[in-house]
Each structure stands twice: as structure tokens, then as C-alpha cells.
């Protein structure tokens, strides 16, 4: 059974710092590029970073470049989003994405405000 979890949401001011996680079970994590998309009320789910499998390689999309890092822990399973210098804009149900087989993790509120 394919899991993706994420954690690590919640509330922050404007200019703080996150770090989401997901951990992966259910498929071989290091086979496979991850990725996180966010999903602001109102608005479309939009890809904000993707990682290789190796995680030799990554990309954002702009609006985050410099202020957001993927990466991942292959023997752990995980995914992470490190999220500095957070903007009100970024408040949005972030979700865990692994692209080849489309599975999703159930989202994580975070909340930008002061």
C-alpha cells in the first residue's frame, strides 16, 4: 500500500521558516523523482519543486527560487521542503508528489500571516 505523509505545516509570520517532510512507503523511494505542489484557496494546484531521484538535480518555479530548497534523504524515505523568508502568498495546502505512478499525500496547511 502507497503511502506518501506529510508533516510539518502550520502557522508563521511573515518572513519565518518551515521545513515540511514527507516520508514514502509502499514503492522504492530512490527509484523515483518527488515532488511538492501547493494549492492556494481559490486557485490551481501548482508544482513548486521538483527533485530527481538521486537528487543530483532540482527545480522551482520562480516564485519560490532562493527562498525554498527540496531535497531528500534516500534511506530514510523522505522529502523535504525547507521554506525561508515566507510570504503571506505562500500561505496554501502544500502536497507530496511522486510523478511517475501519480501518487499523492493528503496536504499540509501552511499559513503565512501575522
Known amino acids: 500500500q502507497v503511502q506518501l505523509v506529510e508533516s510539518g505545516g502550520g502557522l508563521v509570520q511573515p518572513g519565518g521558516s518551515l521545513r515540511l517532510s514527507c516520508e514514502a512507503s509502499?514503492?522504492?523511494?530512490?527509484?523515483?523523482?518527488m515532488r511538492w505542489h501547493r494549492q492556494a484557496p481559490g486557485k490551481e494546484r501548482e508544482l513548486v519543486a521538483h527533485?530527481?531521484?538521486?537528487?543530483?538535480?532540482?527545480e522551482y518555479v520562480d516564485s519560490v527560487k532562493g527562498r525554498f530548497t527540496i531535497s531528500r534523504d534516500n534511506a530514510k524515505n523522505t522529502v523535504y521542503l525547507q521554506m525561508n523568508s515566507l510570504k503571506p502568498e505562500d500561505t496554501a495546502v502544500y502536497y507530496c508528489?511522486?510523478?511517475?505512478?501519480?501518487?499523492w499525500g493528503q496536504g499540509t496547511q501552511v499559513t503565512v500571516s501575522s
Open positions: 508528489h511522486q510523478p511517475r505512478q501519480n501518487f
Open positions: 509502499g514503492f522504492i523511494f530512490s527509484h523515483y523523482p
Open positions: 527533485i530527481s531521484a538521486t537528487g543530483a538535480t532540482t
